[in-house]
């Protein structure tokens, strides 16, 4: 009966034994959707699983697990997402010595062969010293080369993205190996020598950028994210800033002003050349007027001297039809009178001549009244007379006209 129960004891020790020798050999392993494991073996041999779920390690095998992507921040700020290396912010100095602090982000994405990721293990062991010995320090130094590529004022008149892109060239790149360049300009106004230092990158013979490689570049270490965020400059810039933020402003209201007093001018010029236009116009109207009115008295007066014309011509001629009228009236009269005067004598010979003749009339002519008349030579006389002024065409009435 007592051999029965320590039987059960020396079972049960020896499943326990088994089980701590299990846990201790560690042969299963679980790799997290997200990331990979390097596996070493009790022989030595190392490799890496990528894929998630459960897998075969191996007796007394070793794991370490990295994150697909390893997360850089630089800020101030509290960050509630994990990260694998948070730091301060980068202390930054401008190509014009003047000092800033800048936030960054930046996700690295670990190589995909296993080759490349056995050489990131042997090199540094665990993802935090990954994290924090190479690729913090070199996020932290390309923000800073690429600060040195430009001003300050150039950085914050426009530059940011010109800065985002030195830095994201030169963590997939590179680092660039500077160079400095040193000139004395002399100031217009106080004509002093002020010395001037430019940094850029050195180029070779080709003109390709000469870069300082390193184990992000020969591990194969690729960018998956980067951005700056906050540039907070000390306060000389600051103030220099604010200066120039008013200097701006004032320029600006100096040329609205400027914009404004140009346009009342062409305003003001527009409306004078619009009276003067008028008033020409209405110049240019009374003139065309005045013209035609006196165009208009001419032809009038023209016409009223063609027509007094016309009347003195006709007064002259009627004038003249009269006068001649008149003369030829004057020597009808006097051709008359000479012509009765002649008459006159013909008839006194006549009257003479009856008078003096004591014979008949043959046949027998009775002049006068009943029985005869003492004046019956007469009215023979007369009759002889209107003969004769028939006989000669005189008009006898010329003299009553």
């Known amino acids: 009966m007592k051999n029965r129960n320590f039987s059960w004891i020396f079972w049960i020790i020896g499943i326990g034994i088994f089980l701590f020798m299990m846990a201790l050999a560690n042969p299963f392993s679980v790799n997290y959707s997200g990331h990979r494991t390097h596996v070493q073996t009790i022989t030595g041999k190392e490799w ?64 995909s062969t296993e080759t490349d990721m056995i050489r990131v293990h042997k090199e540094y062991k665990s993802p935090k010293k990954l994290a924090e010995t190479t690729l913090t320090t070199y996020t ?39 160079e400095l360049k040193t000139e004395y300009v002399k100031d217009t106004l106080t004509q002093e020598q002020t010395k001037l230092t ?28 980067a951005s700056i965020g906050s540039v907070d400059y000390e306060d000389q810039v600051d103030k220099k800033l604010q200066q120039k933020i008013e200097s701006s402003t004032q320029e600006s209201i100096s040329k609205q002003k400027l914009i404004t007093a140009q346009q009342e001018a062409l305003t003001a010029k527009a409306e004078g050349e619009k009276i003067i236009a008028e008033t020409k116009a209405r110049e240019e109207a009374s003139k065309i007027e005045a013209t035609i009115r ?35 009236i004057m020597q009808a009269d006097g051709a008359l009178d000479k012509k009765l005067e002649a008459y006159v ?36 006389i007369n009759l002889l007379m209107v003969k004769t002024a028939k006989d000669l065409s005189l008009d006898l009435d010329v003299q009553s006209k």
């Open 198 to 225: 430019t940094r850029f990158p050195r180029k070779d013979a080709q003109g390709n950028i000469v870069r300082n490689k390193s184990d992000v570049q020969q591990f194969n270490i690729t960018v998956a994210y």
């Open 140 to 178: 932290d130094e390309c923000l800073r080369y690429s600060a040195q590529l430009m001003e300050s004022e150039t950085h914050y008149s426009g530059g940011m993205s010109k800065l985002s892109e030195d830095f994201q060239d030169q963590l997939e790149n590179g680092q660039f190996i500077l």
């Open 345 to 380: 004598q013909v008839n006194q010979k006549y009257a003479e001549a009856i008078q003096n003749y004591q014979g008949d009339w043959v046949p027998n002519i009775q002049m006068g009244g009943e029985g005869g008349s003492a004046n019956g030579s007469q009215d023979l």
């Open 48 to 111: 890496v699983r990528f894929d998630p779920g459960v897998y075969w390690a191996g007796f007394f095998s070793t794991t370490t697990s990295y994150p697909d992507v390893i997360t850089v921040i630089f800020t101030d700020s509290n960050i509630d997402s994990e990260v694998t290396s948070l730091s301060a912010p980068i202390d930054i100095r401008f190509n014009d010595a003047t000092r800033a602090t800048a936030s960054a982000t930046v996700r690295w994405r670990l190589p």
């Open 294 to 328: 006196a165009e208009k008295g001419r032809a009038v007066a023209k016409i009223a001297k063609e027509e007094a014309e016309y009347i003195r011509q006709k007064l002259i001629l009627e004038g003249q039809g009269e006068a001649e009228k008149k003369r030829l």
